[in-house]
């Protein structure tokens, strides 16, 4: 081990050891950006970042196990990177499936889709509800992959699928009129029956949402990271762990 790796393991302890456990998120939002330019400057390519990037999911998830998260929602593809190259959709779609396949195989963790499954390849369509179908008993954190994952898009097919299930039932637009609410939207929602993000953590510097979890972070406490994901750290994590419980929340009072 060299100086600075010696230095870093007891900065992070430190960290940690001031962390208070009473005031840890229990969902996680994370929003993993900065694949493509971590693997750019390091002189990739794009599917290297992305590999990269998927690596650390597993370390992650080990981090938020130790800390009693209890939910993390997990940002791998927006329905606004369908306009990236075929070349580089078509691996980083390989990249999510192995991801998925691992994160099922490892036997701690829920896995649950969130997003426009009809949007996505057949056979990455497969191999998520397999991994939702096979961790259904696992009592490890819920882990929510977001593939195909739009907030207005959630939003849209929420209605949608409220409008339908009142269609079946014959109510008359007067009646889903004054039936319709917040509640009523929420359980309609990818996430429903979920607790909403308590905490929503972006890396590469980026000082915005991009969608993500619109309904669901109306008072979610941000905080945003320099760092590329592929170089996110867990002194990066815990860092983000303090300041959010350094943070008086008032809900939008």
Same mark, same amino acid.
């Given at each position: 081990?060299?100086?600075?790796?010696?230095?870093?393991?007891?900065?992070?302890?430190?960290?940690?050891?001031?962390?208070?456990?009473?005031?840890?998120?229990?969902?996680?939002?994370?929003?993993?950006?900065?694949?493509?330019?971590?693997?750019?400057?390091?002189?990739?390519?794009?599917?290297?970042?992305?590999?990269?990037? #998927?690596? &650390?999911? /597993?370390? !992650?998830?080990?981090?938020?196990?130790?800390?009693? +998260? %209890?939910?993390?929602?997990?940002? $791998?593809?927006?329905?606004?990177?369908?306009?990236?190259?075929?070349?580089?959709?078509?691996?980083?779609?390989?990249?999510?499936?192995?991801?998925?396949?691992?994160?099922?195989?490892?036997?701690?963790?829920?896995?649950?889709?969130?997003?426009?499954?009809?949007?996505?390849?057949?056979?990455?369509?497969?191999?998520?509800?397999?991994?939702?179908?096979?961790?259904?008993?696992?009592?490890?954190?819920?882990?929510?992959?977001?593939?195909?994952?739009?907030?207005?898009?959630?939003?849209?097919?929420?209605?949608?699928?409220?409008?339908?299930?009142? #269609?079946? &039932?014959? /109510?008359? !637009?007067?009646?889903?009129?004054?039936?319709?609410? +917040? %509640?009523?939207?929420?359980?309609? $929602?990818?996430?429903?029956?979920?607790?909403?993000?308590?905490?929503?953590?972006?890396?590469?510097?980026?000082?915005?949402?991009?969608?993500?979890?619109?309904?669901?972070?109306?008072?979610?406490?941000?905080?945003?990271?320099?760092?590329?994901?592929?170089?996110?750290?867990?002194?990066?994590?815990?860092?983000?762990?303090?300041?959010?419980?350094?943070?008086?929340?008032?809900?939008?009072?």
């Amino acid at each position: 081990m060299n100086l600075r790796d010696l230095v870093y393991g007891l900065y992070a302890r430190r960290v940690e050891g001031r962390l208070d456990h009473d005031q840890v998120p229990k969902h996680i939002g994370l929003i993993l950006d900065g694949n493509r330019r971590w693997a750019k400057a390091s002189g990739g390519t794009a599917a290297q970042g992305h590999k990269a990037g #998927a690596d &650390k999911i /597993t370390e !992650f998830l080990g981090w938020c196990a130790e800390t009693e +998260v %209890e939910v993390a929602t997990l940002w $791998l593809l927006s329905t606004d990177n369908f306009d990236r190259p075929q070349e580089e959709l078509t691996a980083l779609f390989g990249i999510i499936e192995d991801t998925v396949r691992g994160l099922a195989a490892d036997g701690r963790w829920r896995v649950h889709h969130v997003g426009a499954l009809d949007l996505l390849p057949a056979h990455t369509q497969a191999v998520l509800k397999e991994a939702e179908e096979a961790t259904t008993g696992n009592t490890g954190i819920l882990v929510n992959v977001a593939v195909g994952y739009g907030g207005r898009q959630e939003i849209a097919d929420a209605v949608r699928s409220l409008l339908l299930e009142h #269609a079946e &039932k014959g /109510t008359s !637009f007067e009646e889903l009129a004054e039936t319709v609410d +917040v %509640e009523r939207i929420s359980e309609h $929602l990818y996430t429903r029956g979920q607790p909403d993000p308590d905490l929503v953590i972006r890396t590469s510097g980026e000082q915005r949402l991009s969608g993500f979890m619109l309904w669901q972070s109306a008072h979610s406490e941000y905080y945003f990271c320099e760092v590329f994901w592929p170089a996110f750290r867990k002194v990066d994590f815990l860092r983000a762990l303090r300041d959010y419980a350094a943070r008086h929340r008032r809900y939008g009072a």
